[in-house]
Nanobody, 126 residues
């Protein structure tokens, strides 16, 4: 069982930055693929970024086209934490951001995740 706790959301003006954190329980954090997905009102949960475990000490990073060049995902296995640095925020980035953990390597679809955090609200004003 893995428990995920997100933090760092809030209200920011367009062009601003936020850093989301997701702290995980468990001793096998390094073996999980970790992702950030977001869900705006009336929309499906969509992929934002992921840091996937490729075996041994190999990790792969993937970022959605809509946030590429603005958002960066990183992980610190010593702290069991994954981060999402969000720069140049736009009003269309407004959503609840969820951290997910996947035992497998498929991370682009919500159903592929095994565990979820409670979500953190990000609101970008124009």
């Amino acid at each position: 069982q893995v428990q995920l706790v997100e933090s760092g959301g809030g209200l920011v003006q367009a062009g601003g930055s936020l850093r989301l954190s997701c702290a995980a329980s468990g001793r096998t954090f390094r073996m999980y693929s970790m992702g950030w997905l977001r869900q705006a009102p009336g929309k499906e949960r969509e992929f934002v970024a992921a840091n996937s475990w490729g075996g041994a000490n190999t990790y792969y990073v993937d970022v959605a086209d809509s946030v590429k060049g603005r958002f960066t995902i990183s992980r610190d296995n010593a702290k069991n934490t994954v981060y999402l640095q969000m720069n140049s925020l736009k009003p269309e980035d407004t959503a609840v951001y969820y951290c997910g953990a996947s035992i497998g390597s498929r991370v682009h679809v919500a159903v592929e995740y095994d565990y979820w955090g409670q979500g953190t609200q990000v609101t970008v004003s124009s």
